[in-house]
């Protein structure tokens, strides 16, 4: 990224004028500016052209940006392939969630026909009940 910069730097810097700066001191305070002094005492400063076009610049340009275009699309595909992989873990929580309250609910009905259930039917009601929570033990650790 820095290279970039540095790049567009360059390109920007050949493009620049060289211009005359005037020092200007006035009641002790240092100005610098485009335009002569007014009053006080000033200095011309002299500013040094700007270096020559580098060519390989605008191929070292064009390959950074084409690096960083790869690179970007790499994100936005890792960005997506990630939103698909929370969604599908979303669902199956989702699902889950609901296995297990399915699960406890059976169990809960059995729980209570347990209670109510007859003295000849009572041990049914003890295995219905019992093979209930066995399953909402296996599935909802």
Known sequence: MHTVIAAIAMLLAASAQAQTIHK???????????????????????????????????????????????????????????????ARHDRQAADHRRRCGKLALERKWADEDVRRSSPQSMEAARTKARRAAERQALECR
């Open 24 to 86: 200007c001191t006035v009641d002790g305070k240092i100005t610098y500016s485009e335009a002569p002094c007014e009053r006080g005492t000033g200095t011309v400063l002299a500013v040094p052209d700007a270096p020559p076009a580098n060519p390989e610049s605008k191929a070292a340009l064009k390959r950074m940006q084409k690096e960083a275009g790869a690179l970007e699309k790499e994100r936005k595909a890792r960005e997506a392939r990630q939103e698909r992989e929370d």
